[in-house]
C-alpha cells in the first residue's frame, strides 16, 4: 500500500473518530465522514465495505499504543501486586487523556458483538491477556488467592473500569478517572489478595489454662510431643515455667488435658446447634459436617490428638477420653433415632457404622498428613456424606427417592 494511500485511510479514520466520538456512530453517516474528510464517499468504499468496517479498524492502532506504553510502564516493576497497581492507574489515566477515543470505544465498541468477532477486536483481547498473565503470575507466587477463576477476575476489573467511563458518559460528566484508582485498587485487592488465615481457637474463651494448652498444642504440632519441653510451652504462652506447673503436674498431664477440654467445647457446640433439629438424617448430616469443618479449622489438635495421644495408653484412662466416648454416643443415638424412624436399616448394626464413620474421617485426615499444603475436608463433605448416607439408608427409602 503506498503512502499516499495510507494517508488518505487515516485521514478517513481520523474524521471518522472525530464525529463517531461527538455524535455517535448511529447519527453519523458515510456522507458526514466524506465531507469532514474532503473526499468523495466512494473514496471511502475504496478502503472501508461499511460504515460499521471502519468504526472497527479505528481503535485498533490506539490499542497498539496503549500495549506498548503499558509495557513500558511496566518495565522494572516487580512483584504482580504493584504490576497490577500500575495497570490499574495506567488505564485510567490513558483513558482520561484520550476522552474522544474513551468514549468511541465505550460507547461503540465495547458492547458491540460483531467486533469482538472481527479480526480487529486482537489488539483488545492482546491487551486483557497482559492483566490475566499478571493474575496467573499473583496467583502462582502466592500474592493473590488460588481459588478463583482468572477470567472472572480479569472481567470484574476491565469491566468494572469501563463501566464507571459508561456511568460518566451517560450523566455527561468529564472522564476524571484517576480519581478513582485509589478506591478501585482497593476493591480490587480486597476480593483477590491472600489474607492471612484466621487462626480459630479451640478453647474458645482464653484464660491462662487455655493458654497453656494452646502453647502446648502448637509446639506438640510442631515438634512432636517427645521434643518439646515444658519451657517451650511456657516462652510460647508467655509465662515462667512455674506457672505452668500450677495448673499442670506434667507435661504428660498437659497433652492429657488437651482433648478433655477440646471435646466439652464440641459437644457444647453441637447441642447448641441440634437443638432445633429434628429429623435423624438432617441431625447426621449436621453432626458429620460439625466434625469435618472441626478438621480445617483445628488441625493442629487432630494432628496432635491422632499422632501423640490416642497412640498413648494413659489416654484411654482419661476424663477426656470419656467424653470423645460420650461424643461416640451422641453419634449412635443419632443412628438409633434413624432406625427407629424407619429412615436407616433397620438390620444396622450401629458399632460397625460407628466405627465406619470414625474410621473413614480419620483414615481422610491421616492420608493429609503427608501431603504439602493445606487440603480442606470440608471440600469432600459431600460426598463423603453421600457414601455414609447410601450405607445407612434403608432400601425402600433409596427406592422412593430414586
Not at 471518522?16 to 473526499?39: C, H, M, R, V
Not at 464517499?41 to 468496517?53: G, N, P, Q
Not at 496467583?139 to 481459588?147: L, M, N, T
Not at 490416642?310 to 453419634?331: M, T
Request: glycine share 6%; aromatic share 12%.
Amino acid at each position: 500500500m503506498n503512502r499516499s494511500v495510507v494517508a488518505k485511510k487515516e485521514i478517513i479514520k481520523e474524521k471518522a473518530e472525530e464525529l463517531f466520538s461527538a455524535n455517535g456512530f448511529q447519527n453519523t453517516t458515510i456522507s458526514d465522514i466524506a465531507k469532514a474528510a474532503n473526499i468523495s464517499e466512494a473514496t471511502i468504499y475504496e478502503h472501508f465495505r461499511s460504515k460499521e468496517d471502519l468504526l472497527f479498524y479505528i481503535p485498533e492502532k490506539t490499542f497498539l499504543e496503549l500495549i506498548k506504553s503499558l509495557e513500558e510502564h511496566l518495565l522494572g516493576i516487580k512483584g504482580p501486586e504493584n504490576q497490577l497497581r500500575k495497570f490499574i492507574w495506567h488505564y485510567l489515566s490513558f483513558m482520561q487523556d484520550r476522552q474522544d477515543f474513551a468514549r468511541l470505544f465505550i460507547l461503540g465498541l465495547w458492547s458491540n458483538r460483531r467486533f469482538y468477532e472481527s479480526e480487529k477486536s486482537a489488539p483488545l483481547k492482546n491487551y486483557g491477556l497482559v492483566l490475566k498473565n499478571i493474575l496467573r503470575d499473583g496467583v502462582e507466587e502466592g500474592v493473590f488467592r488460588c481459588d478463583f477463576d482468572l477470567d472472572i477476575c480479569q472481567a470484574m476489573i476491565l469491566g468494572t473500569m469501563n463501566h464507571i467511563i459508561l456511568s460518566l458518559l451517560m450523566l455527561e460528566k468529564p472522564l476524571f478517572l484517576v480519581s478513582k484508582g485509589e478506591a478501585l485498587e482497593q476493591l480490587f485487592f480486597s476480593a483477590i489478595k491472600k489474607r492471612p488465615e484466621k487462626k480459630h481457637s479451640i478453647w474458645g474463651l482464653m484464660g491462662k489454662r487455655e493458654k497453656i494448652l494452646e502453647a502446648a498444642l502448637e509446639e506438640f504440632s510442631k515438634k512432636g510431643y517427645d521434643q518439646t519441653t515444658v519451657s517451650q510451652i511456657a516462652v510460647r504462652a508467655g509465662i515462667t515455667d512455674p506457672t505452668v506447673y500450677e495448673y499442670f503436674k506434667s507435661k504428660e498431664d498437659i497433652l492429657m488435658s488437651i482433648p478433655e477440654r477440646a471435646v466439652e467445647k464440641f459437644l457444647a457446640d453441637l447441642k447448641d446447634k441440634m437443638a432445633n433439629i429434628h429429623s435423624p438424617e438432617n441431625i447426621f448430616r449436621l453432626f458429620l459436617w460439625n466434625q469435618v469443618k472441626s478438621y480445617d479449622d483445628y488441625p493442629d489438635y487432630y494432628k496432635v490428638l491422632l499422632g501423640e495421644i490416642r497412640c498413648n495408653p494413659k489416654f484411654y484412662k482419661s476424663k477426656g477420653y470419656e467424653l470423645i466416648r460420650q461424643y461416640s454416643r451422641e453419634l449412635m443415638n443419632i443412628l438409633r433415632a434413624g432406625v427407629e424412624a424407619g429412615l436407616f436399616r433397620g438390620d444396622l448394626d450401629l458399632g460397625l457404622a460407628r466405627d465406619m464413620y470414625f474410621g473413614t474421617l480419620d483414615q481422610l485426615l491421616l492420608n493429609t498428613f503427608g501431603e504439602q499444603g493445606k487440603h480442606g475436608l470440608s471440600e469432600k463433605i459431600d460426598a463423603v456424606y453421600n457414601l455414609f448416607i447410601h450405607a445407612l439408608k434403608a432400601p425402600e427409602r433409596d427406592a422412593v427417592r430414586e
